[in-house]
């Protein structure tokens, strides 16, 4: 809290201040009346009582005349504010002290969570992963586009629709204008819905400052002005100010100078960081769901300060990403079973298309998952087998398999396809030719996966349904075949994200 006091003045040399001076204190002079009666306000901290300031130097009555109508006391001298700049205080409140048992839970709708299940709230912040050249800014702006409007992105639902204010050094006008029509486009969204993007989504061009200089300069005044939900600064590397690999410079950056910045203007920041280069040995060893926290380049300071953490990185070469929870596993996201998972699956939109990712419906999540059953993934992945009715050669059959990389040749030839046979998905046909062996077709029955048919191919012929079938088929049981059983009524899965 501050208090203004003003005090009419018999001359502009005669006012001075206690010793120590007011460092914090920004001056308004005010220019409309004659230098000797100006009246001098200023904010004074709590429980400061006395407001005497120094003699004003020459260069400040100057300042008066020229209508600077701001001046800030360095503890020396009295120094011109120029317009548009504002003196940052370097008072730190004081420390919040309660007893244990005296803390209150979080409410909903208690304004405070910005995403998700208090994924991100207010004074936090959420570090946003991926290599250089995946499409993080795209994914970024999509999401910035969706939370202005109050929409859900990936998975993660804003309580109401956010301010955003979008710092970034790496794309243009025309870079940032391609992504927001494509995902304008994309989404579909209506006049009516585009209607709060005009004040909801702010984009700043600044590619000048860093570090200490960025935070007092650029985004304080920002802040100050917009009043945002949500700071997003994109990429890390050009704001740092130094060495993204010293625990000091981040830590110095994030802590000291970023979380007051949060505090003060209760907003929460998401910051778009690199990856390392890629490292064959390294990316090859298994990961645990935490390991992604530390997917980011430089110090894992990065990862330590950051209330939350996303990974993007490449699924394949066909634009398909993988999006992956690091940190705060509360946005509960489920499965085609309804169980919780850590990850989604994205799509780029193709060439032509415009800037857009789309989310994967759980056809498609199951059929890119490494533990989904490769028999599973053949029944599931959209323009590998035909259609009822439909008619594929062996050959072909094979090389779809392979070529989605489902599995190898032999064990497509060897297994998958005897059990397709087996358990009635598939039927198998011999086409002759002259002068040679017959050609070996298949042919796709009405069996779906989850629904029992009536008869039941084998290997010897025709067996009654009421012969048992096999417990578990290619590592594939029964039960979780019947899970599937109204997938594809309720999802469109005619999308090709397969060759």
Known sequence: MTETITEPLPSVNSCRASSGGVKEAAVNISPSLPSDQSPISAPLA??????????LSPKVVEAVKKNVKKCMFDGMKWIPIPEGYEWLSTEKPAAVVKPLQELQPAKENDGNTLLGNRFLCRGGGLLF?????????TAVVQMGICWAVGKECFGIRPPRPLKILYVQAENDEGDLSEMRDGVNNGLKLTQKELEPLKDNFICVF????????LVTETLEPLLEKHSPDLLILDPALSYIGGSANEQEIVGGFLRIQLNPLLQKHKCG?????HTNKPNAERDGRKKLANDFAYAGTGSAEWANWARAVLVLSAKNDEGVRTLQIGKRFRLDWLDWEKKPVDKKYLKQSAPGEGLFYSELTANESLALSSKTPPLMKVLRAPCILPDPGGEISKELLVARITENKICGRDRATK??????????????KEVPRHGARPEI???RTEQIPGRMSLVKQTNAGIAPASQKLSQTTAGVSEEFFRRFADIEDKENSGRNFFH
């Open 46 to 55: 709590k429980k400061q009582t006395v407001f005497n300031p120094s003699p």
């Open 129 to 137: 992963v991926g290599s250089s050249g995946i499409g993080k800014s």
């Open 206 to 213: 600044e590619s000048y400052r860093a570090g200490k200089e």
């Open 269 to 273: 920041v998401l910051i778009v960081l």
């Open 415 to 428: 297994e998958i396809i005897p059990r397709l046979v087996d358990e009635g998905y598939l039927k198998k």
């Open 441 to 443: 077709h298949y042919v």
